[in-house]
């Protein structure tokens, strides 16, 4: 069955401080998505970065980069000299894709974490 | 603006009441997506369309929510009988794509709270 955990329920730092936000994730397909959401107060989840399972490089945008372990199963997000703007809800999330045209891709959420930045 | 809206964004109703919500899709996604939200969790999946086809249907769904997506369009989420436990903010997405998972862009969402 899927499964995304996020086990940092919250995390502060002080502004420009780096972060890594952990992910883990089961899985019994060879196929999947990773995903990177990000909720700040104003509700709207805004979509950060997919991944899938074939592609193990790592990637950077920016700020962020995102370190993908097949042999961990983890997913992980470091947001390096951090902003205010970035404090928000972080959520990873899994989705097992068909291949058919007809195939749906429901998308697993993890509980998320909460980030605070502080000035 | 082109990006996913939903209607209304805030809804109070008393337990028992029916309620409906709607949420137009950006135009071109031909994938729609349901999920309910409580605090401090994750969005929890409930149903999604392909077009105007209902592909599939948490078991989180019971039989008093349904869900349609006329002609592949917008759709709607209706509740009946509320009761306390469906208090939460009901998220709409959408994304385009034959297959696979593509990324999914987000409405504002519909709190509703039952009292």
């Known amino acids: 069955a899927q499964k995304v955990t996020q086990a940092q329920t919250e995390i502060s730092v002080v502004e420009k401080e780096d972060v890594t936000l952990d992910c883990v994730y089961e899985?019994?397909?060879?196929?999947?998505?990773l995903f990177w959401y990000k909720q700040p107060p104003s509700g709207e989840l805004v979509f950060l970065i997919r991944?899938?399972?074939?592609?193990?490089q790592n990637e950077i945008s920016g700020r962020y980069s995102w370190n993908f372990q097949k042999s961990t199963s983890s997913f992980n997000f470091t947001i390096t000299a951090s902003q205010v703007v970035d404090s928000a809800v972080y959520f990873c999330?899994?989705?097992?894709?068909?291949?058919?045209?007809?195939?749906?891709?429901?998308?697993?959420f993890g509980p998320g974490t909460s980030l605070s930045v502080i000035p | 603006d082109t990006g996913v809206s939903q209607d209304p964004r805030h809804k109070i109703t008393k337990r028992g009441q029916n309620v409906t919500f709607r949420c137009d899709p950006i135009?071109?996604?031909?994938?729609l997506y349901w999920y309910r939200q409580t605090l401090g969790q994750g969005p929890e999946f409930l149903t999604y369309?392909?077009?105007?086809?209902?592909?599939?249907k948490s078991r989180l769904l019971s039989d008093r929510f349904s869900a349609e997506r006329p002609k592949g369009s917008f759709s709607t989420l209706e509740i009946q009988r509320t009761e306390q436990g469906d208090s939460a903010m009901y998220l709409c997405?959408?994304?385009?794509?034959?297959?696979?998972?593509?990324?999914?862009?987000f409405g504002p969402g519909t709190r509703l709270t039952v009292t």
């Open positions: 997405a959408s994304s385009q794509g034959l297959a696979g998972a593509f990324e999914q862009y």
């Open positions: 899985t019994r397909d060879t196929t999947y998505y």
């Open positions: 991944r899938n399972s074939f592609d193990e």
């Open positions: 999330a899994l989705s097992e894709a068909g291949i058919w045209e007809t195939s749906y891709d429901k998308v697993i």
């Open positions: 135009s071109e996604h031909n994938r």
């Open positions: 369309f392909q077009n105007e086809a209902q592909l599939e």
